[in-house]
Nanobody
Framework: QVQLVETGGGLVQPGGSLRLSCAAS????????IGWFQQAPGKEREGISY????????IYNDRVKGRFTISRDNAKNTVYLQMNSLKPEDTAVYYC???????????????????WGQGTQITVSS
């Protein structure tokens, strides 16, 4: 059974940090590129960050560049998103998604990902 399970969400004050984890199972994780997406209330799902299957290539949405860091541990079938200097506008549900092969040129298009997690809520508020 294919699963992507996000953990690490919660309530944090502005300026705080969180680390999200995305644990994969049921498919050959090492061959899949991974994207993180966010969906705020009333808005469309938006790509936040991307990492290639071997971890050598990363991409960030300009809104999070310099604040968020994506990484992966293929031995643990897990991708991480370190989120620093969080802002109220980062409040959203965060999803990880997996796409087979190299999808870097279209990483922010949700329709090209085959597998999705259930999402984890992040609320940035004082």
């Amino acid at each position: 059974q294919v699963q992507l399970v996000e953990t690490g969400g919660g309530l944090v004050q502005p300026g705080g940090s969180l680390r999200l984890s995305c644990a994969a199972s049921g498919f050959a994780f090492v061959y899949y590129d991974i994207g993180w997406f966010q969906q705020a209330p009333g808005k469309e799902r938006e790509g936040i960050s991307y990492i290639s299957s071997d971890g050598s290539s990363t991409i960030y949405n300009d809104r999070v560049k310099g604040r968020f860091t994506i990484s992966r541990d293929n031995a643990k079938n897990t991708v991480y998103l370190q989120m620093n200097s969080l802002k109220p506008e980062d409040t959203a549900v965060y999803y990880c998604a997996a796409a087979f092969g190299s999808i870097a040129t279209a990483w922010n298009l949700s329709q090209i990902y085959q597998y999705w997690g259930q999402g984890t809520q992040i609320t940035v508020s004082s």
